[in-house]
């Protein structure tokens, strides 16, 4: 490679804490930048041209392998750095050989309204894992896009991110506000589902092929009065077993596949 590598070692280079900063929301919020850790999540954020700005590579390590040909053809600034270093600026208990320092994409909403839109919105799930966990079922099915409701974790959260296993490049994750979005889709005839405990049809019943939008909330809490007032369908995952409950990622992954069942090899 004979891109020229800028090089760091002090902790206290002020690059060094810029990237360090965006570990915490309101720095993530204030610069719109957040970091991708590890060479999986570079690759995809490369592959998918991001804008990714920086790229940080253990100087003891070296450049990985998969990522060789990709470096050698981006023009984001490159930096090798110190194991300590690394440690600063990745949330992993074990740093990662590599990071990049990725600007957030500009809301699209456009995926929102198709013809046929299969969205998945999510209200007031906290848990990071979850939530990028859902984030991959809906890009592994199809789906048009994800929403981020109010009191959801945030989308850029080093473990968010890492949960999605790079699927928050692939399909438009979207940080909105619920009160708005759900009755502009219902006004474009969109239907609004939601799981519910007393509902008599089951997600096998239910007809996927229409617009749909799957609302999603937190295992303790269930949906907000808010959104359930807006649902226009209820729908149940039948269990047979002595199990009480799947949880939010289990239970979406599960209607997520229905769906892709009933829309793409006929109900």
Not at 16 to 40: S, Y
Not at 56 to 66: F, L
Not at 98 to 116: E, H
Not at 134 to 155: H, P, Y
């Amino acid at each position: 490679m004979n891109k020229r590598m800028m090089s760091i070692t002090s902790l206290q280079n002020e690059k060094v804490k810029t990237m360090a900063a965006l570990l915490e929301k309101k720095h993530r919020d204030r610069t719109g930048r957040f970091i991708v850790e590890g060479v999986h999540l570079v690759q995809e954020a490369l592959l998918a041209d991001a804008d990714v700005e920086t790229i940080v590579i253990d100087m003891e390590r070296g450049i990985p392998a998969e990522l060789r040909t990709l470096l050698s053809n981006t023009d984001c600034e490159l930096v090798e750095a110190t194991p300590a270093i690394m440690a600063k600026c990745t949330g992993t208990d074990s740093p990662p050989p590599v990071f990049g320092v990725v600007a957030k994409p500009l809301p699209d909403d456009s995926a929102l309204w198709g013809s046929n839109s299969l969205v998945i919105v999510l209200d007031g799930v906290r848990d990071p894992g979850n939530v990028g966990t859902i984030i991959r079922s809906a890009d592994a099915v199809g789906a048009d896009a994800v929403i981020l409701g109010q009191g959801c974790v945030d989308l850029y959260n080093p473990k968010t991110v890492r949960s999605t296993m790079g699927s928050l490049f692939h399909l438009p994750v979207i940080e909105g506000d619920l009160a708005v979005l759900l009755p502009a889709a219902k006004e474009r005839g969109i239907t609004l589902v939601g799981t519910s405990l007393q509902a008599t049809s089951t997600c096998y019943g239910y007809n996927w092929n229409e617009p749909t939008w799957l609302l999603m909330g937190s295992e303790s809490q269930g949906l907000s009065e808010e959104s359930l007032a807006q649902v226009d369908e209820r729908i149940i995952i039948p269990m047979h077993g002595r199990s009480e409950s799947l949880n939010v990622a289990m239970a979406t992954t599960v209607l997520l596949y229905e769906a892709m069942r009933q829309r793409r090899y006929g109900s």
